[in-house]
C-alpha cells in the first residue's frame, strides 16, 4: 500500500495505465466497422473472387483517383443505390471512404439487405495509396 501512496509512483501507475491503454486501441478499434481487410486481402479478394468495390466518397473526390473498377455510391445515396450492387450478392463487396471511419455504417446497410460477404477497407484508400496500388482517374 505504501508504494500506491508515494506521488512518484502514482505518475509511474499513471503512464503505465496510459501506455496500455494506447497498446490496446489498435484491437478495440478493429473490432467496431465490422470485418476488415487489408490491402493485400483486397487484391487478392478482388483477383481470385470477383469482389466489387464501392467508393463512398464523393462524386469529386471519387474523380480524384480510386481503386480500379471501383463503383461510386456516395454513403448519403447507399441504401437507394443497392439494386446497382445486386451483381455482387453472392461475391465478397468491399467498400471504403477516406481512411476506413465511414465505411462501417455501409456495412450495417450492406448486411441488412442481404450482402453476407461485405467487407472494410482497412484504413480506406490513404492505406490503399500508402501500399504503393494502382489508382484509376
Known amino acids: 500500500m505504501k ?3 508515494d506521488t512518484q509512483n ?6 503505465a495505465v496510459v501506455s496500455g491503454a494506447m ?6 478499434r ?6 476488415r481487410v487489408s490491402t493485400l486481402e483486397a487484391t487478392l479478394m478482388m ?3 470477383g469482389a466489387g468495390l464501392v467508393d463512398l466518397r464523393d462524386d469529386a473526390d471519387f474523380a480524384k483517383g480510386h481503386v ?4 461510386n455510391i456516395p454513403m448519403a445515396q447507399l441504401e437507394s443505390r443497392l ?7 453472392d461475391k465478397p463487396v468491399i467498400v471504403y471512404c ?9 456495412l450495417d446497410i450492406l448486411k441488412k439487405n442481404g450482402f453476407d460477404k461485405a467487407f472494410n477497407l482497412g484504413g480506406g484508400i490513404a492505406a490503399w495509396q500508402q501500399a504503393g496500388l494502382p489508382l484509376e482517374k
Open 30 to 35: 478493429r473490432g467496431t466497422g465490422g470485418p
Open 98 to 106: 477516406d481512411a476506413g471511419n465511414r465505411s462501417g455504417a455501409a
Open 68 to 71: 480500379l473498377n471501383a463503383v
Open 47 to 49: 483477383n481470385k473472387e
Open 10 to 15: 502514482l505518475l509511474l501507475i499513471a503512464v
Open 83 to 89: 439494386g446497382e450492387l445486386s451483381k455482387f450478392k
Open 3 to 5: 508504494f500506491l501512496q
Open 23 to 28: 497498446l490496446l486501441w489498435p484491437y478495440i
